[in-house]
């Protein structure tokens, strides 16, 4: 079973129609429990850092969430569910996150580049070769994004998909069975649908 995980804010149910949309049984859950049992895992969110991380800190989730993704399990980071894997974030000073990656998320330079913020809508991005959760989607396909902070890792090794909003920017990243990504895959048409597509197929090999 996939479990969604529920910590009190995010876009849970447009996710959860995403997968329904292609055929497969999710759960939505808030129970720390359930994430021990599932043959994959999804992290969602729309909303600030500073508040993922204390409302999963507070219902007892973080430690489930490493230990899953320890196991080699699929794992699917979206939008702030990316962010929060991250050390750290300007959105939340003093605010620790997950660390399952080296690096922190930084603001958009607003006022250098004059960009508009959030950034909003459809944009391209390249990804690495030869990744199963992105099996049968071609390089610079468009995905939907809205965020006003992107992520800087420091993590050798990891596959990272660039994308471009007054400069590249990193709008994801795999590693094994994680993938985590910035934009939206529920909300990106066929390709964003296909990515849940091959997640699943992840899981059953599970």
């Not at 055929?23 to 500073?50: K, M, Q, W």
């Not at 219902?59 to 969430?65: A, L, Q, V």
Request: charged letters at 20%; proline letters at 5%.
């Amino acid at each position: 079973m996939i479990s969604i995980v529920d910590y009190g804010m995010g876009n849970l149910r447009s996710v959860e129609k995403g997968f329904a949309s292609q055929g497969i049984e999710v759960r939505v859950t808030e129970d720390p429990g359930d994430i021990e049992g599932s043959s994959g895992l999804v992290l969602p969110g729309v909303g600030a850092f500073g508040d993922c991380v204390r409302n999963l800190r507070e219902r007892s989730m973080t430690g489930p969430i490493k230990d899953f993704i320890a196991s080699g399990r699929p794992f699917l980071g979206i939008c702030l569910g990316f962010q929060v894997l991250f050390e750290s974030s300007e959105e939340a000073p003093g605010e620790e996150g997950l660390g399952i990656f080296g690096g922190k998320v930084v603001r958009f330079c607003v006022a250098e580049k004059k960009l508009k913020v959030p950034h909003m809508g459809w944009n391209r991005v390249s990804a690495p070769e030869q990744t199963r959760i992105l099996e049968g989607i071609p390089q610079q396909s468009w995905f939907y994004f809205v965020h006003s902070y992107h992520v800087v890792s420091d993590e050798p090794g990891a596959d990272v998909l660039l994308s471009d909003y007054g400069g590249e920017f990193e709008a994801g990243v795999i590693s094994g069975n994680l993938s985590a990504f910035q934009f939206h895959p529920e909300k990106s048409s066929d390709y964003g649908l296909m990515i849940l597509r091959n997640f699943s197929k992840l899981c059953l090999e599970n």
